[in-house]
């Protein structure tokens, strides 16, 4: 049976990740590893680390330069399995995931990758409008509404060949660029000619990500926009694909003022004015 390597990239964060380790617990296949990749200044996790090492592998990385990307990437160097997954450290996984993951890969050889769907508590789709019945293989306008590098496994020969994260994508970058990175590595698969397909029973938990609108909520909102505008942009998106991006959060923002909803609609301001800056302002990486 093939090892499954497990990187979780976490920061200012320990009841959720404390619950995503006890749901491991219930996993009927445990030919995994995990990689928690920590970069917290203190030793904070040693403790909750230590009391579940005896019951799976974990691997501890510490360092101390911040960012998503940055992070998934010193683990992808430290991974030992043949499928890679990168779970969140505030999401958790239903009993029998990893075994239905395998068994995915197993049945299908021609699959390179998969991606599942993620929901909230209530069982509601988190962070994106993931489709709940339609599966099959992504293109390059479908995957927008797929991805979150939650539900993204991938087989190992596709990590080798795609290579590492984009590092001036995503939380703690450093860059005006917030998000987007989980929907620029499948694409950049994709354009390799690898082969993803959307499965959405494969459920992994994920909260939403805004649950009021606040002054992080509002950062966040311009900052995932301007991801999503320079990957639009990298990937040579047709026009009408980029005025859809535009005209979303215009709409929603207009809708939500028209309801009195002054500070929702001006975090979808905010969104259409990251994507607006994120397409328009911005040198090509050279990888692409």
Same mark, same amino acid.
């Given at each position: 049976m093939?090892k499954?390597?497990?990187?979780?990239?976490?920061?200012?964060?320990?009841s959720?990740?404390?619950?995503?380790l006890?749901?491991?617990e219930?996993?009927?296949?445990?030919d995994?590893?995990?990689?928690? #990749?920590?970069q =917290?200044?203190?030793?904070?996790?040693? $403790? !909750?680390?230590n009391s579940?090492s005896?019951?799976?592998?974990?691997?501890?990385?510490?360092?101390?330069?911040?960012?998503?990307?940055r992070?998934r =990437? &010193?683990g992808?160097q430290? %991974?030992?399995g043949?499928?890679?997954?990168f $779970?969140?450290?505030?999401c958790?996984y239903?009993?029998?995931?990893l075994?239905? #993951?395998?068994?995915?890969?197993?049945r299908? @050889?021609? +699959?390179? /990758?998969?991606i599942?769907?993620a929901?909230?508590?209530? /069982?509601?789709?988190?962070?994106?409008?993931?489709?709940?019945?339609?599966?099959?293989?992504p293109?390059?306008?479908?995957?927008?509404?797929m991805?979150?590098?939650?539900?993204?496994? +991938?087989?190992?020969?596709?990590?080798?060949?795609?290579?590492l994260? =984009?590092?001036?994508?995503?939380?703690g970058?450093?860059?005006?660029?917030?998000?987007?990175?989980?929907?620029e590595?499948?694409?950049?698969? !994709?354009?390799?000619g690898?082969?993803?397909y959307y499965?959405?029973?494969?459920i #992994?938990?994920?909260?939403?990500?805004?649950?009021?609108?606040?002054?992080? %909520?509002l950062?966040?909102?311009?900052s995932?926009?301007? /991801?999503?505008?320079k990957? #639009?942009?990298?990937?040579?998106y @047709?026009?009408?694909?980029?005025?859809?991006?535009f005209?979303?959060?215009?709409?929603?923002?207009f809708?939500? &003022?028209?309801?009195?909803?002054?500070?929702?609609?001006?975090?979808h +301001?905010?969104?259409?004015?990251?994507?607006?800056y /994120?397409?328009?302002h911005?040198?090509?990486?050279?990888?692409l």
């Amino acid at each position: 049976m093939p090892k499954i390597s497990l990187i979780t990239a976490t920061v200012d964060r320990t009841s959720e990740l404390e619950r995503f380790l006890s749901k491991l617990e219930y996993q009927d296949y445990m030919d995994f590893e995990l990689i928690v #990749v920590d970069q =917290n200044p203190d030793e904070r996790l040693i $403790p !909750m680390l230590n009391s579940f090492s005896d019951r799976f592998e974990i691997k501890h990385i510490r360092t101390e330069k911040r960012g998503v990307s940055r992070a998934r =990437n &010193l683990g992808i160097q430290q %991974a030992q399995g043949e499928i890679i997954t990168f $779970p969140d450290d505030d999401c958790w996984y239903p009993p029998g995931l990893l075994q239905r #993951v395998e068994q995915e890969f197993d049945r299908h @050889p021609e +699959f390179d /990758g998969i991606i599942g769907l993620a929901l909230d508590e209530a /069982g509601r789709p988190s962070m994106k409008k993931f489709p709940r019945r339609r599966r099959g293989k992504p293109d390059k306008y479908s995957v927008w509404t797929m991805c979150n590098t939650s539900v993204l496994f +991938f087989r190992r020969h596709l990590v080798e060949s795609t290579g590492l994260f =984009n590092e001036s994508l995503g939380v703690g970058s450093g860059t005006p660029w917030g998000a987007a990175e989980d929907v620029e590595y499948p694409l950049r698969a !994709m354009r390799k000619g690898f082969c993803l397909y959307y499965e959405p029973a494969i459920i #992994v938990g994920h909260p939403q990500p805004v649950k009021k609108v606040d002054e992080r %909520a509002l950062r966040r909102a311009y900052s995932y926009g301007a /991801g999503l505008g320079k990957v #639009v942009r990298d990937f040579n998106y @047709p026009l009408w694909f980029i005025l859809y991006q535009f005209l979303r959060p215009a709409g929603a923002s207009f809708f939500w &003022l028209l309801m009195g909803k002054k500070p929702r609609a001006y975090m979808h +301001f905010l969104t259409l004015k990251g994507r607006i800056y /994120g397409w328009s302002h911005q040198e090509r990486d050279n990888e692409l």
